[in-house]
């Protein structure tokens, strides 16, 4: 990756953001799978070791795919905290996309696209409420603490963190179906707890006035009713 701001960058297939937006790519090295969510504006880039139950790293913000230009800006950063709020220029990236299949090189690693899943629930989504002891307590979404949750092409990972303070805060993420108002988890990583890599989790869901209202039990079977807001910014 190439850093400098002011980069004259080279696309080696011109393209627009419309062929990156919701989708979801993967790159398996040994057992070590590298997973990149495009959700809206927003993506994330996570290595994990599914097999091992091991969360390795995980990074991500927003991106602009251009006819002459890929950059992304980073918003959160696991493994180096320094990075939030640098922007990354990649000199090279060339998409191939033929409906459910295809391929994506970029900055020398060649991914594989996930087979499309349409999904009502598909994007980026900021936490906006959540019950407490039968209280729903709300939450400003544009403040820099942030719990959001990227869903495209069957892949979601959701991730907490906070701008203003560079910091991360944890993650988790899978597969997902989402049919009949049941959204379902399958669990292939997840940083605080390996013990629930391989779980799957089931919820119920609606979509009331543009918030996904979403109810069912947590990994420590604790209830759970969260609001999500489709993120804007």
Same mark, same amino acid.
Not at 187 to 210: A, P
Not at 221 to 227: F, H, L
């Given at each position: 990756?190439?850093?400098?701001?002011?980069?004259?960058?080279?696309?080696?297939?011109?393209?627009?953001?419309?062929?990156?937006?919701?989708?979801?790519?993967?790159?398996?090295?040994?057992?070590?799978?590298?997973?990149?969510?495009?959700?809206?504006?927003?993506?994330?880039?996570?290595?994990?070791?599914?097999?091992?139950?091991?969360?390795?790293? /995980?990074? !991500? $913000? #927003?991106?602009?795919?251009?006819?002459?230009? *890929?950059?992304?800006? +980073?918003? &959160?950063? =696991?493994? %180096? @905290?320094?990075?939030?709020?640098?922007?990354?220029?990649?000199?090279?990236?060339?998409?191939?996309?033929?409906?459910?299949?295809?391929?994506?090189?970029?900055?020398?690693?060649?991914?594989?696209?996930?087979?499309?899943?349409?999904?009502?629930?598909?994007?980026?989504?900021?936490?906006?409420?959540?019950?407490?002891?039968?209280?729903?307590?709300?939450?400003?979404?544009?403040?820099?603490?942030?719990?959001?949750?990227?869903?495209?092409?069957?892949?979601?990972?959701?991730?907490?963190?906070?701008?203003?303070?560079?910091?991360?805060?944890? /993650?988790? !993420? $899978? #597969?997902?179906?989402?049919?009949?108002?049941? *959204?379902?988890?399958? +669990?292939? &990583?997840? =940083?605080? %707890? @390996?013990?629930?890599?391989?779980?799957?989790?089931?919820?119920?869901?609606?979509?009331?006035?543009?918030?996904?209202?979403?109810?069912?039990?947590?990994?420590?079977?604790?209830?759970?009713?969260?609001?999500?807001?489709?993120?804007?910014?």
């Amino acid at each position: 990756m190439i850093m400098f701001k002011f980069l004259v960058l080279i696309l080696l297939f011109n393209s627009q953001s419309k062929y990156l937006e919701n989708t979801s790519w993967i790159f398996i090295d040994k057992n070590v799978s590298e997973v990149r969510i495009y959700s809206d504006n927003f993506f994330s880039s996570t290595k994990y070791d599914k097999d091992n139950k091991k969360f390795i790293s /995980t990074y !991500g $913000g #927003t991106y602009v795919l251009g006819e002459e230009e *890929y950059y992304e800006v +980073i918003e &959160f950063n =696991s493994s %180096d @905290s320094s990075l939030v709020g640098d922007t990354i220029y990649i000199s090279s990236i060339n998409l191939n996309v033929n409906n459910d299949y295809g391929s994506m090189y970029l900055d020398g690693i060649v991914y594989e696209k996930f087979k499309n899943y349409n999904s009502t629930l598909r994007g980026s989504w900021l936490m906006s409420g959540i019950e407490r002891r039968g209280e729903m307590r709300m939450r400003d979404v544009n403040r820099s603490r942030k719990t959001m949750k990227m869903l495209a092409n069957g892949r979601f990972q959701w991730i907490a963190y906070d701008t203003s303070k560079k910091s991360f805060n944890g /993650t988790g !993420g $899978g #597969t997902f179906t989402s049919e009949n108002g049941k *959204y379902i988890e399958n +669990i292939e &990583f997840f =940083s605080r %707890d @390996s013990t629930r890599v391989g779980h799957s989790l089931e919820f119920d869901f609606e979509i009331k006035e543009g918030d996904w209202h979403h109810k069912g039990f947590s990994s420590k079977g604790d209830p759970k009713y969260e609001i999500w807001t489709q993120r804007q910014q």
